[in-house]
């Protein structure tokens, strides 16, 4: 019979020999929790790195009660934003001594429903998804007591179920983004990422933002300045710019509602002879790290992810200390998670 010899775990215990500290010390440092003077710290951090501890969870949550992991379900990770923003928000939550489980959902009801259960996952200290086909009454029959916060326009669409929401007001963001070409002269503008179906809601309050703008500036409404996309990606950009550029429509700027889908606008424009900026000013929204290498670059809305991530651990922690999903944000905003939408800052950044 071959005998298997099971490799040692590394506790902190062992941690702490290693540096010649206590095991209180090691489990402050890992759980971002009490003072630890820099230099301690950092050589507890490498005795981590080195000796390739990882912290007992399970035993964690049976000690504490939680697990200090947290699950992010996005859309998809393909998409820059989406990525980004989870980048965001696990330094934020890493940041924080806690773990976060990233999955995608696909846009699809039955995982999304799966999610705010979460099953297949281990004890969660908190939910956060960004829903497409999740409905409020989903929402009403959830069983799951962990604390869940929705983010992205389609969880804003169920406010009132609750479950607290945290994201721009994106009609305000678009109109100043359609404002800002106005600045700069433009008077004929386009705009890529409008839907057929307006319960699409990103769509749906982008363009409430557009219009908006226009009437403010006392430029007339034309429904054949709109492109029409399926969904929010380069070539779905590109596309809708050929159909208008085909179409015989002049413009002079493009708000298109995706940073991805500028990039598309962008080839297809230049592609076809037209200079950007100056024959057509482009903006975009996101705000996506690409962006800042484009050539020719794009202005573009920013929606301040990192601010986002941080409101989010706070209505997760504070839900946490308290055990419920009525809960004020540690900000001092006054606003409980039943009092639905937690407004983010937004900026428009010129380049």
């Known amino acids: 019979m071959v005998k298997v010899q099971r490799s040692h775990r590394v506790t902190l215990r062992d941690v702490a020999a290693k540096v010649g500290v ?4 090691v489990s402050n440092v890992v759980n971002s929790q009490g003072w630890v003077s820099e230099p301690v710290r950092n050589a507890v951090l490498a005795a981590i790195e080195e000796l390739g501890y990882h912290p007992n969870f ?10 200090g992991m947290i699950a992010l379900v996005v ?14 928000f696990v330094a934020a939550a890493q940041s924080r001594g806690l773990t976060v489980l990233v999955s995608q959902s696909d846009g699809n009801r039955d995982r999304e429903c799966a999610a705010i ?13 960004s829903p497409l086909e999740l409905t409020a009454a989903d929402l009403r029959v959830r069983r799951s007591n962990a604390p869940l916060v929705l983010i992205g326009e389609y969880g804003e669409a169920l406010l009132g179920e609750g479950v607290p929401h945290v994201g721009i ?21 386009a705009a890529i990422g409008c839907q057929i179906d307006q319960t699409q809601a ?15 500036a006392g430029i007339a409404f034309e429904p054949t300045m709109l492109g029409f996309v399926e969904r929010f990606n380069r070539a779905e950009g590109s596309q809708a710019v050929r159909r208008l550029i085909d179409s015989g429509v002049q413009f002079d700027g493009l708000f298109c509602f995706s940073d991805s889908m500028a990039f598309g606008a962008i080839h297809t424009l230049s592609t076809s002879g037209i200079s950007v900026p ?6 975009g929204f996101d705000n996506i790290e690409e962006g800042q290498y484009s050539y020719p670059a794009f202005d573009t809305v920013d929606p301040a992810a990192d601010i986002a991530s941080n409101k989010i ?27 639905g939408h937690i407004e983010v800052p937004y900026r428009v950044l010129a380049r």
């Open 202 to 216: 990103t769509s749906r309050l982008r363009l409430s933002g557009y219009r908006e703008a226009l009437d403010q």
């Open 22 to 25: 206590s095991p209180k010390t």
């Open 58 to 67: 399970a035993a964690r949550q049976l000690r504490s009660g939680t697990s």
């Open 75 to 88: 859309p998809n990770l393909r998409e820059p934003y989406f990525a980004e923003f989870a980048s965001s």
């Open 313 to 339: 651990l706070d209505l997760l922690a504070n839900a946490g200390s308290r055990g419920s999903q009525s809960l004020e944000t540690s900000d001092g905003s006054g606003k409980s998670l039943e009092e």
């Open 169 to 189: 007001d994106n009609v305000a963001a678009a109109r100043a983004a359609t404002a800002h070409l106005i600045s700069k002269g433009c008077r004929r503008i």
């Open 278 to 283: 100056d024959d057509v000013c482009v903006i």
């Open 117 to 129: 259960e979460g099953h297949s996952l281990p004890g969660l200290d908190g939910i956060v998804l």
